[in-house]
């Protein structure tokens, strides 16, 4: 059972990388708003996740947070799925509000 739990962890992502992922998206958006006639304010960028919360006995422990792929199951053995609500306010390094295009025409690396 430990292993399947060890598997399914693996096919889910690290709540770290999907917000990485998340950050370079919206680089990609800035990029394209600029010199468009028409962009977008984001203000704010809600996302719902189901997360696992597993602790590792490897590296001193420690909590993880892991994104449920559409794969996953929601529960394994003491493991449980929880809805995470997650509320983000992008910003520019010097402090100004993101604007952003509607179209991506290429995903970022």
């Known amino acids: 059972m430990a292993q399947d739990l060890s598997d399914e962890l693996q096919r889910n992502i690290p ?14 958006s800035i990029a394209q708003a600029e010199g468009a006639d028409l962009v977008f304010e984001v203000p704010e960028v809600e996302v719902e996740l189901k997360i696992v919360l597993s602790r590792s006995a490897e590296g001193g422990g420690g909590v993880k ?3 449920l792929s559409g794969e996953a199951k929601g ?9 995470f609500r997650l509320k983000l306010r992008p910003r520019r390094p010097d402090g100004d509000t ?5 179209v991506v025409s290429e995903r970022p690396e």
């Open 15 to 28: 709540l770290s990388e999907m917000i990485e992922t998340l950050r370079r998206e919206l680089e990609v």
């Open 65 to 67: 947070f892991w994104v």
């Open 75 to 83: 529960t394994r053995g003491s493991e449980t799925a929880h809805t």
């Open 98 to 102: 993101v604007l952003a295009a509607d």
